[in-house]
């Protein structure tokens, strides 16, 4: 009888629609396309803290943000997309219990043996609550499922912390020579969050963060990763 390969189940927990695909999308694409099985979990509605024109009409947008979200993750294979409505920016206020249960409802259905999340020296507060939060939910316990959590990066967050003493720093990569343009194009989806080049969170420099990761690994393209923690 032949070994069958054991399929992953892997989660990808994120504060805000985009954050999954800027952190991520690359290895959430190759993931699919290996097989596995992966479950996005985005926290925040990502909208209600903005100002200015774009904020008046705040439903409008949300709206469209949410479906920006499904078009994304379906480009990238995700298998079951899940969009609560913490508030955006503003995870401070929130119990850190509310949000640490809402990830481990979440955990309990999928049972995810890989959890991709945010770095902890991430400037954005959102960011950190949810790294925390992921970290109690996925405590190595007896009969815990989870075996590997990684920190994802996310431009225009994680490089911008210059008054921290801690930093992102990348220990594992992921080849995604072969995902790049998928990851490009599903954060296309995202019209209302791109900018133009010079800013992090632009198309341009997306790319060329992969080269760079690719580079610091020994692949075309890569993404970086920060191991939390491993239990073979």
């Not at 709206?63 to 298998?79: E, F, N, P």
């Not at 020579?177 to 998928?182: A, G, R, V």
């Not at 969170?201 to 080269?211: G, M």
Request: charged letters at 30%; a positive charge.
């Amino acid at each position: 009888m032949k070994n069958e390969k054991i399929k992953n189940k892997v989660l990808v927990v994120a504060a805000h629609p985009d954050d999954e695909v800027l952190g991520c999308g690359g290895a959430i694409a190759r993931h699919s396309v290996e097989g596995d099985e992966v479950w996005v979990l985005i926290l925040s509605e990502g909208f209600m803290a903005r100002k200015g024109e774009f904020a008046k009409e705040r439903k409008k947008g949300l709206k469209i943000l949410r479906k920006s979200a499904k078009k994304a993750s379906k480009t990238l294979g995700v298998g079951r997309l899940i969009l609560k409505d913490f508030p955006d920016n503003k995870f401070d206020s929130v119990a850190l219990l509310d949000i640490i249960q809402s990830i481990e409802s979440v955990m309990s259905e999928f049972k995810p043996n890989i959890v991709y999340t945010h770095d902890y020296s991430d400037v954005n507060i959102d960011h950190r609550r949810v790294a925390e939060a992921v970290e109690s939910a996925t405590r190595p316990m007896k009969h815990s499922l989870v075996n590997q959590v990684l920190a994802f990066e996310v431009p225009s967050s994680s490089e911008w912390n210059f008054a921290k003493r801690s930093f992102f720093r990348a220990n594992v990569f992921i080849d995604i020579k072969n995902q790049i343009n998928k990851k490009v194009t599903a954060l296309e989806h995202y019209s209302s969050e791109i900018r133009n080049f010079p800013h992090p969170r632009s198309i341009d420099y997306v790319r060329a963060l992969a080269i760079v990761r690719g580079g610091q690994s020994g692949f075309i393209a890569a993404e970086g990763f920060s191991l939390i923690y491993k239990r073979e």
